[in-house]
């Protein structure tokens, strides 16, 4: 049964979808069997895993409003050897019909349901604003991990966050939990990044996890080339850092 997991953060621009395609790919590159869930609109994940959105015929919005099941809409990363749920404009339209529908808030676990034999982890790219397509997300997921930069308004941000994660966890979705904080973006000659890395530890102690994503620029051109990191520099410190958090997060679940 597959463990399934929301990157998400409130805070916009902190390397969320990022995170998604390389832990994805990350995670595949350790030989597990993984589905990559694009939940944002702009459907960057869709783009950064060499699937054209323009092109789908079927996305997560067919899916969410119950016209097709996730096997019909699901693509292969053929780069990086895992599945995508892609989404594109269409998934805007869904906020406003999911209102009408009963249990709107977990139109996707039911669907996620069907599948969760066939992988080993499904990760869930979230929308920057806790919006219905978030709280899809949350409500499906065993856990959140949450991509921060070490700077100080990430920190008010993260404040944010938990409190969310709280209410799902005790309205919605009692089985969800922060299964760490992943610092992203990192660049150890910043004092302030040291200074904010070295609070989270000591507030979260082993919620942070062990690896750190440093600022790598072969993680930026890569989505332009319709590629993880991982696949399009497999030398690059960035691929090599997500290379890593794919196995501490497969470890980290033999403990869960």
């Known amino acids: 049964m597959a463990k399934i997991f929301c990157i998400a953060n409130q805070k916009g621009g902190v390397g969320k979808t990022t995170t998604a395609v390389n832990l994805a790919a990350g995670l595949a590159g350790h030989g ?7 939940l944002d609109p702009q459907g960057n994940a869709t783009m950064g895993s060499g699937v054209e959105k323009a092109d789908l015929d079927s996305s997560v919005y067919q899916v969410l409003i119950g016209m097709a099941s996730v096997k019909e809409c699901v693509k292969r990363c053929e780069s990086s050897a895992y599945d995508v749920l892609p ?15 009963d249990e709107r808030e977990s ?37 959140v991990i949450v ?7 990430a920190l008010e941000g993260l404040s944010d966050l938990v409190n969310t994660i709280k209410q799902v966890h005790a309205n919605l979705n009692p089985d969800l939990v922060i299964i760490g904080l992943l610092r992203v973006m990192f660049d150890a000659r910043m004092t302030l990044q040291q200074q904010v890395s070295e609070q989270l530890l000591e507030h979260f102690g082993d919620k942070v996890f062990k690896t750190i994503i440093p600022r790598n620029v072969r993680l930026a051109e890569a989505p332009s080339y319709g590629l993880s990191g991982v696949a399009f520099d497999k030398a690059s410190r960035g691929a090599k850092a997500y290379l890593d958090f794919g196995a501490e997060m497969i470890e980290r679940i033999k403990h869960m």
């Open 87 to 101: 989404a594109n404009r269409n998934l805007a339209g869904a906020e406003i019909e999911l209102v009408d529908f």
């Open 107 to 143: 139109r996707l676990k039911d669907a996620l349901s069907l599948v969760t034999k066939d992988y080993d982890f499904v990760l869930i790219d979230c929308p920057p604003a806790l919006s219905l397509l978030t709280l899809n997300g949350l409500c499906a997921a065993n856990g």
């Open 147 to 153: 991509p921060m930069q070490c700077e100080y308004f």
């Open 32 to 38: 597990q069997r993984v589905l990559l869930v694009d």
